[in-house]
């Protein structure tokens, strides 16, 4: 069974940082991604980062580039998401999933990405 275990998440201030981390077990993939994505009440699902584990490609979402770093510890099928200069609008439920290198998941879609972890909620206070 492919399980993904996200962490990390909780209340900050504006300006603080916050790390998160997700952990795969139980899948087989060669060339796969795991990737961060966000969701707020009545919104859909956006993608905020990737990383594949062939090649360290890595995604960024526009508005979290330069402030979040993606990074990955392929031994422990962990990767990890450190966010800086946290802003209120970063607050979100944030979830990670895995998915195989296609190109729905190159491009950051959430149909590219099958097994999904719980969510983890980050909320950044004014």
């Known amino acids: 069974e492919i399980q993904l275990q996200a962490s990390g998440g909780g209340l900050v201030q504006a300006g603080g940082s916050l790390r998160l981390s997700c952990t795969a077990s139980g899948f087989t993939f060669d060339d796969y991604a795991i990737g961060w994505f966000r969701q707020a009440p009545g919104r859909s699902r956006e993608g905020v980062s990737y990383?594949?584990?062939?090649?360290?490609?890595?995604y960024y979402l526009d508005s979290v580039k330069g402030r979040f770093t993606i990074s990955s510890d392929n031994a422990k099928n962990t990767v990890y998401l450190q966010m800086n200069s946290l802003k209120p609008e970063d607050t979100f439920v944030y979830y990670c999933a895995l998915g195989p290198r296609t190109i729905q998941s190159m491009l950051g879609s959430t149909r590219g990405y099958e097994y999904w972890g719980q969510g983890t909620q980050v909320t950044v206070s004014s």
């Open positions: 990383i594949t584990n062939t090649d360290g490609t890595i």
